[in-house]
């Protein structure tokens, strides 16, 4: 099977599981990012060894799905938000453990094990919020944010090939331009208008911000894992997704764009009350 059949059924495959599994319930979901969860941390961590490095990664994607598990449970009502605070004593075996590892770089195979928590197993717990932002479960606001990454990055991809001259950082990723980002830009912002008919939970307004933070932000996280991928020198986070890379290469823009949609759903709803 060549390439491109093997990227287009990956695709596919991929796409369809992760709308499938969102629409279908708030357990569905929560089970599928958990286990998207654990593997993105988990790959974060093996590509972090490439090098003098030595993450706790058991207890650490332990930690990571532990911070999502609790969060989910929250969200579904299952448990007070007094829960999370297990994530405190877990979070913090990191430093004890690692008394025991006989390591001569302790306290960077510890920041290195937090940074894969903050990095991956946050922005995804996020998610849960996202999901129960209107009180209760409702896939809409997640559709919309996929829409809009998916559309960015293909109108970005599409101006790029056809147009795209002026470098937009080429230190970091050689093959993005300013002209593919405002491709990426006006793709989105025609997928905002679509989906803002549909999905009426939220003015265009919102909607028109958070595309602006998509767009940004998601620039800026892939920028970020592309960064992280040539400090260790590889093409691709993993080989999970034939043709695609791994967990990290499929959900870069979303693990940075998270805490910032976030963050500005729960202040704007802070300012309106």
């Known amino acids: 099977m060549n390439n491109f059949y093997k990227r287009t059924l990956t695709a596919g495959a991929f796409v369809a599981v992760l709308l499938g599994c969102t629409y279908h319930s708030q357990l569905s979901f929560s089970i599928l990012f958990l286990i998207i969860t654990s593997l993105g941390v988990w790959e974060?961590?093996?590509?972090?060894?490439?090098?003098?490095?030595?993450?706790?990664?058991?207890?650490?994607?332990?930690?990571g799905a532990t911070i999502f598990a609790t969060t989910a449970i929250v969200c579904m009502g299952y448990a007070d938000y007094r829960l999370?605070?297990?994530n405190i004593p877990v979070l913090f075996l990191i430093f004890i453990l690692e008394l025991y590892a006989k390591s001569t770089n302790p306290f960077r195979n510890i920041a290195f094990t937090i940074l894969g928590i903050v990095?991956?197993?946050?922005?995804?717990?996020?998610?849960n919020y996202l999901v129960t932002y209107t009180g209760e479960y409702n896939h809409e606001?997640?559709?919309?944010?996929?829409?809009?990454?998916w559309s960015?990055?293909?109108?970005?991809?599409?101006?790029?090939?056809?147009?795209?001259k002026r470098k937009l950082f080429p230190r970091i990723s050689p093959g993005k331009s300013w002209e593919g980002s405002i491709g990426g830009a006006i793709a989105s912002y025609i997928v905002v208008f679509i989906i803002s008919k549909w999905y009426t939970g939220f003015s265009i307004i919102d909607?028109?911000?958070?595309?602006?933070?998509?767009?940004?932000?998601?620039t800026?996280?892939?920028?970020?894992?592309?960064?992280?991928?040539?400090?260790?020198?590889?093409?691709?986070?993993?080989t999970l997704l034939p043709g695609h890379g791994g967990i990290l290469d499929r959900f870069?823009?979303?693990?940075?764009?998270?805490?910032?949609?976030?963050?500005?759903?729960?202040?704007?709803?802070?300012?309106?009350?």
């Open 252 to 273: 870069d823009s979303l693990l940075m764009s998270s805490p910032f949609v976030f963050t500005y759903l729960y202040l704007s709803q802070l300012f309106n009350h």
């Open 207 to 218: 909607w028109m911000v958070i595309a602006a933070i998509l767009i940004v932000i998601g």
């Open 141 to 149: 606001l997640l559709f919309g944010f996929f829409f809009i990454l």
């Open 44 to 63: 974060f961590y093996s590509l972090s060894e490439k090098g003098s490095n030595k993450p706790q990664k058991i207890w650490g994607t332990i930690t």
């Open 220 to 238: 800026l996280g892939d920028l970020v894992e592309s960064l992280y991928k040539r400090s260790k020198n590889v093409k691709d986070s993993g």
């Open 152 to 164: 960015n990055d293909s109108g970005a991809y599409l101006a790029g090939s056809a147009f795209g």
């Open 119 to 127: 990095y991956v197993a946050i922005p995804f717990s996020l998610l």
């Open 84 to 86: 999370l605070v297990i």
